[in-house]
């Protein structure tokens, strides 16, 4: 197939407009349309449904956009490859992780790796559904599970666990619970069983709902319920790791917690040798590794 028909397929197909398309490849609307005209008649078949509001993709058309997704992709990691120096690093690098452990561990030790490499562009995302790395959503992901998806360079970074975390004011004013069944007379602050979370912070979540806790409030991600937390609204069932950043927070109820979660990092088998990729796991194994002696060395006071 001629390959400059079917870029302008695709850009077309994304855009789901002549002009736009037109816009973004520096054509006119006339000539995207004889090239989009010319795929069709190659192919023998009809690529789009057209009508007033735009263009629709066929069948046959969502077909070819799959494909020629998947080329892009491809080509965006061939020219990301090429594009990474032997010996700088710079140019965009894509994180993929959850909304807590963005937003609690990794945003607040960003700034040590951009000390190191000013010309990094990272962009975060953070959601709860897992990216395809090897589809190229994202270059790099830290998860709280191991990941699943073939091809993927994996490292386990370290194991984490939900607890009870309170300020020391509010238990000034509240007291301090002793045994779990002393939750009950405290407001719990947690994610909510139905939002998207690690199994082992669901559970016991599900676990400390069995008790008559006279007051809840639920949030759809640990940043608000560390907020409050903070804001001495309550307990909160947050991430052990939490403290370092935190100290002053006081664990209630030790003898409470979730089972053990593993933290992995992961990219593509092909990204191997991308140097962006390798600074950044560098970077936060280094940073992993401070904070087990921290903990190492709060465990010897």
């Keep these: 197939m001629d390959w400059d028909k079917l870029r302008i397929f695709h850009a077309v197909a994304d855009a789901g407009s002549l002009t736009h398309a037109g816009d973004k490849l520096n054509l006119s609307q006339s000539a995207v349309s004889r090239q989009v005209r010319g795929l069709e008649e ?7 449904h057209r009508h007033a509001r735009g263009l629709i993709l066929t069948e046959q058309g969502e077909l070819l956009f799959d494909a020629t997704s998947a080329m892009t992709k491809r080509l965006d990691t061939a020219s990301a ?11 965009e690098l894509r994180v993929t992780t959850t909304t807590g ?11 040590k790796l951009y000390e190191q490499y000013p010309d990094l562009k990272v962009d975060l995302m953070l959601e709860e559904r897992v990216l395809d790395l090897p589809m190229r959503e994202a270059d790099v992901a830290i998860r709280m599970k191991e990941p699943s998806q073939a091809d993927l360079i994996r490292k386990k970074l370290m194991m984490i666990r939900m607890c009870l975390f309170a300020t020391p004011d509010y238990l000034a004013e509240n007291g301090t619970p002793v045994e779990i069944e002393d939750i009950e007379s405290h407001r719990l602050i947690c994610q909510n069983t139905n939002s998207d979370q690690v199994g082992a912070g669901r559970n016991l979540v ?18 608000g319920v560390l907020q409050g937390v903070l804001n001495n609204l309550g307990i909160g069932v947050l991430p052990d790791y939490v403290t370092e950043d935190f100290p002053d927070l006081v664990r209630v109820i030790p003898d409470v917690e979730s089972a053990d979660v593993p933290v992995f990092l992961a990219y593509p088998e092909e990204l191997r040798h991308s140097q962006r990729v390798a600074a950044f796991k560098d970077f936060v194994q280094d940073e992993i590794i401070a904070y ?9 006071i």
């Design 42 to 48: 190659m192919l023998n078949t009809t690529l789009f």
């Design 81 to 91: 490859r090429i594009r990474d120096s032997e010996e700088e690093v710079f140019g």
């Design 101 to 111: 452990f963005g937003t609690l561990w990794l945003a607040p030790r960003l700034p």
């Design 206 to 223: 599900q676990h400390l709902m069995t008790y008559d806790i006279r007051s809840t409030l639920t949030v759809n991600n640990y940043f």
């Design 292 to 300: 087990r002696k921290q903990l190492r060395d709060k465990q010897k």
